[in-house]
């Protein structure tokens, strides 16, 4: 039995962000699919036996469920004294920019690509302030990673995981590669990791789609 059951999918950057941090550590780790697209985080038994907020990922260990990509990441960088800050500057840098990610990239780019690719929506109001806000928020990171190999510190941390995870589906989006050189040089850097896998290689996937 793994030390670690994560509960999610491969269409979830959310899920993402964390798989690709056990793999990275070497962890002993198993995923189980959550069927989303079928509406089983919607369902009495998942939220009462799972995640009340009816959501991915969830992680099991030692019989404690986790939830919430950004908690799960800072409770694994600590148990396993990788991918997070030294000091507690250095922590609190890196917990700007989860928080960064988790408003103004991963809130976004998520619904965005939801709406456009595995749902097929048109454009509308929705997904043009949508698109407005996230290229906002890639401009800020392209510009932050000008001199720099990863976002916060000369090593990678948990920042990089939650900032890179809907990027590397930028295919079934339009994310533009010639307009953020400096997040391909990064995205390339985290590929460039040993053990680093896409998310559709690493996770089970709830469609066929892509």
């Known amino acids: 039995m793994s030390e670690y059951k994560l509960y999610g999918m491969a ?37 009462t036996e799972l995640n009340a907020m009816g959501e991915v990922p969830v992680l099991i260990v030692d019989g404690q469920k986790m939830t919430q990509s950004g908690v799960i990441m800072d409770y694994l960088a600590e148990k396993h004294n990788q991918f997070g800050g030294n000091t507690a500057d250095e922590k609190r840098e ?9 408003h103004k990239l991963s809130a976004l780019i998520g619904p965005y690509r939801f709406m456009k690719f595995i749902k097929d ?36 941390t ?19 590669a010639e307009k953020y050189t400096n997040i391909v040089k990064w995205l390339d850097n985290l590929k460039g990791l040993k053990g680093w896998k896409h998310p559709y290689d690493l996770l089970p996937k709830g469609l066929n789609k892509g």
């Open 11 to 47: 269409e979830s950057g959310h899920t993402y962000k964390v798989a690709l941090m056990l793999e990275l550590m070497g962890a002993d780790w198993q995923a189980e699919f959550v069927d989303f697209f079928n509406g089983e985080t919607r369902t009495e038994k998942y939220r």
């Open 94 to 102: 890196i917990l700007r920019w989860v928080l960064y990610d988790n």
């Open 121 to 156: 929506m048109p454009d509308n109001d929705v997904t043009a302030f949508l698109k407005g806000r996230f290229e906002d928020a890639l401009s800020i990171l392209d510009k932050h990673l000008t001199d720099k190999d990863w976002v916060v510190l000369n090593r990678p």
């Open 158 to 176: 948990l920042a990089d995981f939650s900032l890179c995870s809907y990027l590397y589906f930028g295919d079934e989006w339009g994310f533009d």
